[in-house]
């Protein structure tokens, strides 16, 4: 197809393709523990606060996606017993999050296979190479923000 150079020229489609991709790859890396790649993110955030500490808002801005979305993985996550909503007894209209024994336990594994990934990466890429890719993909994602603004 005549658009494909300029598919494999665009950084924005690329980014995007790229980040489909390892989303997908992911997913296969946690099929085991039968969990979605921003099931695991979610999870593990909550494992790294304090019990209770952590609200759906916070993990909202956190992964920078809607409380909709945080609030159907939450649904989820306690479907499969591993996380409990509970009403944030300073403010009625909060929820705190609370992993079940089972979801700490996974958390814990799921922490795991991400920081073996992790280090994988900088052995395979490098550690300057990796960090000078995310100082270039946050350059391109602030070029994309401020064409977004002019256009208003």
């Known amino acids: 197809m005549r658009i494909e150079s300029f598919l494999k020229q665009s950084p924005i ?6 980040a489909r991709k390892m989303d997908a790859s992911l997913n296969l ?5 039968g969990l979605t790649a921003f099931e695991s993110l979610v999870l593990a955030a909550i494992f790294f606060e304090k019990k209770g500490g952590i609200k759906p ?4 801005e956190a992964f920078q996606t ?10 989820s996550l306690e479907a499969k017993g591993l996380v409990q909503r ?13 992993l079940q024994p089972q979801g700490r336990r996974r958390a814990a594994r799921v922490v795991g296979i991400l920081d073996r990934m992790q280090r994988h990466f900088e052995e395979t890429i490098g550690v300057p190479q990796l960090e000078a890719m995310l100082e270039q993909m946050c350059a391109v994602e602030e070029l994309c923000s401020r064409l977004a603004q002019s256009a208003r």
């Open 57 to 60: 808002s916070a993990l909202a």
């Open 29 to 33: 890396v946690l099929q085991d523990e």
């Open 86 to 98: 509970r009403i944030d007894p300073e403010d009625a209209r909060a929820f705190q999050l609370v």
């Open 13 to 18: 489609f690329q980014a995007n393709r790229i």
């Open 66 to 75: 809607t409380r909709g979305n945080v609030s159907h993985c939450l649904s």
